[in-house]
């Protein structure tokens, strides 16, 4: 079993900057771990993900992703990372991290955190 805790989000203005954080915790060994979004009234999105035990990090080729933001994560600290900059309205949503024990490249990831609301103002 894996347990993931996410911290960050909240209420920020357009334009501004905000990095969430999920660490991971138990016995099972993930490959991956990423990160997804749901906008009010859409379907879940994925950002991006990372290979645990590697160096491959992969985005959505999605326009609200492009440049804005990035994955990364401290292996020391069991923990991944989402950094979010020029944040715009339209990027309000509750994100979401995610593992798998097996691909990086599912909407059906194993592992879920709790989901933080990130909302942003105009």
């Known amino acids: 079993q894996v347990h993931l805790v996410q911290t960050g989000g909240g209420l920020v203005q357009a334009g501004d900057s905000l990095r969430l954080s999920c660490t991971k915790s138990?016995?099972?060994?993930?490959?991956?771990m990423g990160w997804f979004r749901q906008a009010p009234g859409k379907e879940l999105a994925f950002i991006g993900a990372?290979?645990?035990?590697?160096?491959?990090?992969?985005?959505a080729d999605s326009d609200f992703v492009k440049g804005r933001f990035t994955i990364s994560k401290d292996i020391a600290k069991n923990s991944i990372y989402l950094q979010m900059n020029s944040l715009q309205p339209e990027d309000t949503a509750v994100y979401y991290c995610?593992?798998?024990?097996?691909?990086?490249?599912?909407?059906?990831?194993?592992?879920w955190g709790q989901g933080t609301q990130v909302t942003v103002s105009s």
């Open positions: 990372t290979v645990w035990s590697g160096a491959d990090t992969y985005y």
């Open positions: 138990g016995t099972v060994n993930v490959y991956a």
């Open positions: 995610a593992a798998d024990e097996n691909d990086w490249n599912s909407i059906n990831y194993d592992y």
